[in-house]
């Protein structure tokens, strides 16, 4: 990996010529004060990092939105504008890392910085040539020179003040010719504070035209996602990035009429509040973005989010939006919420197929036809994620299932059997699948799902159910279960048995808030017949701790024909 060392006036010199920004790259966000602290670091000889570069090819350079570094920057508006790459017949250079050094180089040196203290103000980096560098060993964050954001040169206060404008050093190829430029407004100083003057002028001009204050790496390859990759690990020491960010920052440029990243972060947060409430990202979205857009590759993938790509994005984002709501909402009916929707891809064949069907509102229709679809949805959603349908090679699976619905779309049936044979799976459980069901734990992976099957008549709308130990968990301590007198085998047989399914129940909010630590044989003196068949609990004669394993045998055959009659 070689690096290449830079000076500062080569850097200013190049930008917005040929060296851009990335549309991956997030907004400037330094204060004045964090660039008059690079500035004195310049001139303390401190090292400021290296930069990392990209190396776009001229043919690719209209292929992602590009942008021009700020100048002049304004709190009011402080975004990048598009840069105008329409002359440019070479290869440009983006930067990946190092922005906000460089930016902060380019407001200090060529441009102006406006923000609002008690009234806007707009102001430029100036030097207080009067000062000497005076470094302070019990504060090493206070500055060594004298930089500061100012309105103008006129001096404030009774400390001595000469304010040099940093910018002007850039006119002068010569440190002597900077220092001349400067001669007449020294002629009634003092002695020492002209020879300080000239030193600093000095100084300043060597740091920006001659010291090389740092270095960068040039990426050359034309792989995008290798390219996000890279800028992913470079900037992994500030803020955590996510690649649908990177994604939308893409998106975002490339839509003409939408807002990508307002339309597809409100979107997000409008299908979480669906039902009980979902925690689909922005990733998923976007997944269904591409899924949904017929003739669009589904990789989730940069190479996939062309200019072209996305504009058959945002030329279908009313349909996504609306066919995949209803495909949320549908699930909501069925019982499905955040815990126990596993396999949030298993979703887009789903809303693929309502909206082949131009079906705005399948999730409410009574239609002997959508009612019929509806029933066979949700049998094919429950076995195709409690066999893991969507594991391991997704975009293969996904992409067999998008030919078969697209070759079917007229059709009104659900294609449920054709997309069961795609997936390599039974629309049945098989005994072998069922036991190692019953050994799924408290709060697994599937164990909701699970749960919530056993439940078909529930409805599930606008209420929070609770996974619970039916026999509580308090009852399962070594001391607790020794008192009674129990042996080692017996114990461990109670501890083998007491967080699996079969001594779990899906309660509401309420009712596991009520229940909280009671003993199983008096809390289930209060509940009705019926509660005692909805939830599968055996007929015993006691339902004391003594009788667990028994109850718990029980209960997992009953668990074991319901989930076998699915």
Known sequence: MEYIPVRVSDLIRRLNQDVYLPAIQREFDWGPDRIEKLFDSIM????????????????????????????????????????????????????????????????????????????????????????????????????????????????????????????????????????????????????????????????????????????????????????????????????????????????????????????????????????????????FVLKACLYLSEGLPIQYQVKNFTLSNLRIIEANWEEIKKFLATTVRLIARFGFHSKNVVAPLALLPIALFIMNRKAWSFDTSSQTDDAEAQIAVRKWFVFSTLKNAFGGSSDTTLTRLRELLTSSKTASEFPSESLYQSLGIEPHLSENEIDRMLSYGYQARYTNLVLSLLYPDRDWKDATFHEDHIFPKSEFKVRSLKKRGFDDDRIESYKSRFNILANLQLLTESENLKKNATPFEEWIQTREPEFRTRHLIPDLATYGVDSFVEFSDRRAQLIKSALGRL
Do not use: C
């Open 44 to 283: 303390s000889d401190f090292p400021i990092g290296s930069f990392l570069y990209w190396r776009l090819k001229q043919e690719n350079k209209n292929q992602w939105p590009i942008y021009e570094f700020i100048r002049d920057f304004d709190e009011e508006n402080p975004h990048n504008p598009l840069a105008n790459l329409a002359g440019i017949k070479n290869d440009i250079t983006l930067v990946l890392d190092g922005q906000q050094r460089i930016t902060s180089l380019f407001i200090g040196l060529r441009g102006s910085y406006r923000y609002f203290y008690f009234r806007w103000r707009k102001t430029h980096l100036y030097l207080n040539l009067l000062k000497p560098p005076a470094p302070n060993d019990d504060d090493p964050e206070e500055l060594t020179y004298d930089f500061l954001f100012r309105e103008n040169a006129n001096p404030d206060g009774a400390d001595p003040q000469l304010w040099y404008l940093v910018g002007k050093i850039l006119d002068f190829e010569d440190a002597e010719d900077a220092k001349s430029d400067m001669r007449g407004s020294l002629t009634d100083l003092s002695e020492s504070d002209r020879d300080n003057a000239l030193k600093l002028i000095g100084r300043l001009h060597n740091r920006v035209h001659t010291t090389l204050v740092g270095n960068y790496y040039e990426e050359r390859s034309q792989d995008y996602d290798k390219v996000l990759q890279i800028f992913v690990r470079a900037n992994s020491g500030g803020m955590p990035l996510e690649y649908s960010d990177l994604l939308l920052s893409t998106a975002t440029a490339k839509w003409e009429t939408l807002d990508a990243r307002s339309e597809i972060h409100t979107f997000t947060d409008d299908l979480n509040e669906i039902g009980s409430g979902y925690k689909f990202g922005k990733d």
